[in-house]
């Protein structure tokens, strides 16, 4: 067996690992070496993340991981600012920016655009997800497409993204919120009936969790709910729909179909829930039938909200590469979601659009390499996102570009 390091069991990164820099990139070790060697180390620089290319379909996407960039950069000889966890955020719009001496922070480019872009991707993905089953309960049940060291990272920004309900034990025990789940298939089977198998269910699990009975392991979609319905009569919460793909046909027509059954038969109040490989368009055709959906694969493996990081100053003076604008840059947004990029040092009061007032979005977040930022609980942050989700909907014509740059 080939020895991963010490006592290491997985090939992932431990804290202090991740804290030193050791993930990085090695190009990064040898401009930090280069600088260092050539008394070129003096040079202090800023900083910005941005997107410059969402996914096709893509107008938006909710910045997530803030407080873990935080965790790592504390303690460093820099300032960083950003907008806060949570935020809705274009392209072109820098999401978070880093001052300081570059050997004091290059090493941490990838750890940090790591963090970043994989937490945003999921917590987006979530947003959009929520955003098409919008009414109805959305649970991520996402943990098992993900690799174990990550799967409490996978948990969290799918519940800041919006998920109304998350499955890991860890992730919801650091999320401070209580694990979502019903019945595994494998409960069934095991127990050789789905009958047996609902009704010990209802039997031995806790009052508060809702009977909600898995109908599709053995026969049709249509008689396992029934035969639910009449196991536990007015206990039963609801069925679950796992169809698998290959027995699907029409997910909607199956919906249909359960849900006549159940009301003609005096089982109105028994909530249909579906799960089982759903995407976006799923939940989109399904929403106004379904009363709640599982969704795990494509929130946790969601399309990368790409991000770069790229310096626009050098001691002191605006520089940059090709293709970005060089400068520090501030961005003001009004409570219609439109956004203002300016140079940092522009204060703006009113939205150029619509005259209602602005706010700057980046903020400071550490300076001389203390944390000057209070988080919120994931259920807090969660609440702006909806909130913000809540605009998205009432907004006619969204404009995926920031609607202004005033230098
Ligand atoms: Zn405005």
Known sequence: MIDVGGDRKFYIASEEEILEGKITDVYFMRTREVLEKSGESHHRVYAEVHNYGLPAGYDWAILAGVEEVANLLKGKPVN?????????FRIFEPVLAIEGRY??????????????R?????????ARVKLAGWGKPILFFGVRAVHPAIAPMADRYAFIGGCDGISGVLGAELAGVKPTGTMPHALILTMGDQVKAWKAF??????DVPRIALCDTLSDERFESLAAARALGERLHGVRLDTPSSRRGDMRKIVLEVRWALDSSGYKHVKIFVSGGLDEKDVRRLVDIA???????????????????DIVEVDGKSFSKRGKLPGRKQVYRCENLHDTITKFDVRLERCPVCGKPVKPLLKPLILDGKVVREFEKPSEVRERVLETLKKLRAIE???PEPQLFIP
């Open 202 to 207: 209802d039997e031995i699990i806790s009052g």
């Open 291 to 309: 009363d709640g959906f599982g969704v795990g694969t494509s929130i946790a493996f969601p399309k990368s909200i790409d991000l770069a990081m």
């Open 397 to 399: 014509e969204f404009n």
């Open 80 to 88: 960083v600012y950003s907008m806060d966890e949570g935020e809705l």
């Open 118 to 126: 994989h937490a945003t991707s999921i917590a987006t993905k979530a």
């Open 103 to 116: 050997v004091d922070f290059g090493v941490h480019e990838a750890g940090l655009l790591g963090i970043l």
